[in-house]
């Protein structure tokens, strides 16, 4: 797989683009993801032309459309970062990006709760960064996280998941459309869009086996629609739970009674919260190659993202 194109809040690789020249650099996202990942980075105030070092600014009015002040100066920036956003997210289609991690808590790159303060100077956690705001609306369904939201174990686990889905889907896309290449990557993700949301399973397998009647680029516009609406629902201990015991139902024949008693067990204790979600994983995996289980060893649900993220130790 190519790596994953992600564009990022630059000061979050330990440029020294902030207002004052510093960084906030993230050890997780450079050295950990970024193994994985090809970084495409912006920094709206350095970018827009306000220079570094620059005056802090602040959100101000109304938090559905706040305007951007300069604290000691009070100058209105909103015009200008939002004229060179306007066009900085149309530059940015071109890089075909999987997905986007803000700077938290920042005026121009937040996603959310960014204090926005009233004529009293009284914040309100509700506003959005205003670069943050367009580039959300440009790309509406694209994956996009925040550093502080990243450290939310299974957020982060959702988050790589989708990105590492999306890029699987760009592959796809890169190739012929014909129903032999739709058909193989539903059929590789079924159990990881059932443990998303069993609604979009179903939905998706409606389409893809109806697809004699849809032109290719209305199907393929449609299956991609779905894809990234149903995996950015969270998945939950009771949805994955149902997705192992459905998988343990291709072992009835091979396991013997002690066996299923102890999977079984597995997978309650992970309902339960007990144990993590790679033990019933690592288990049902060893019996998928030890019987060489020709539908589940296909399953993405199994190896969705490296081994070396240790996104399922935790969640
Ligand atoms: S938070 Fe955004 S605008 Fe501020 S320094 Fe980082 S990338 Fe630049």
Redo the contacts with the bound molecule.
């Keep these: 797989m190519e790596k994953i194109k992600l564009g990022v ?4 690789l330990g440029e020294n ?3 004052d020249s510093g ?2 650099l993230d050890r997780f996202l450079l050295d950990t993801l970024g193994k994985y990942v090809e970084y495409v ?6 970018e827009c032309g306000l220079g570094v070092p620059r005056e802090a600014m602040h959100l101000e009015g109304d938090p559905a459309s706040p305007h951007l002040i300069t604290t000691r100066t009070r100058q209105d920036m909103t015009r200008h970062m939002m004229t060179w956003a306007h066009k900085r997210v149309v530059q940015l289609e071109k890089e075909a990006l999987c997905g986007f991690i ?2 938290s808590d ?1 005026p ?3 996603v959310e709760r960014i204090k926005v303060y009233n004529e009293k100077g009284i914040p309100v956690n509700k506003g959005v ?1 205003i ?1 943050a705001r367009i580039f959300m609306k440009h790309f509406p369904l694209l994956p996009v996280e925040d550093d502080g939201r990243l450290h939310d174990l299974n957020l982060r686990e959702n988050f790589i998941e989708r990105i590492f889905a999306l890029r699987r889907w760009r592959d796809i896309l890169g190739k012929k459309e014909s129903k032999g290449n739709l058909v193989d990557f539903h059929t590789r993700h079924k159990l990881l869009i059932l443990a998303h949301s069993p609604k979009h399973y179903q939905l998706m397998g409606k389409l893809v086996a109806g697809q004699k009647n849809i032109p290719w680029q209305d199907l393929y516009e449609q299956y991609q629609t779905l894809l990234l609406e149903s995996l950015e629902l969270k998945t939950t201990p009771k949805k994955n739970a149902n997705v192992l015991q459905h998988m343990m139902g291709y072992f009835r024949q091979q396991l013997s009674v002690d066996e299923k008693k102890e999977l079984m067990e597995v997978i309650e204790d992970y309902r339960e919260s007990y144990i993590p979600l790679i033990v019933p994983v690592t288990l049902i995996s060893h019996y998928v190659r030890q019987y060489d289980q020709p539908y589940l060893k296909e399953q993405v649900y199994l190896n969705p993202h490296p081994l070396e993220l240790q996104l399922r130790n935790h969640v």
Excluded at 9 to 12: I, T
Excluded at 41 to 46: D, G, L, N, Q
């Design positions: 809040s630059s000061c979050l683009v902030r207002y960084h906030k980075p912006v920094c709206p105030e350095a803000f700077k920042s121009s790159s937040g960064g670069f």
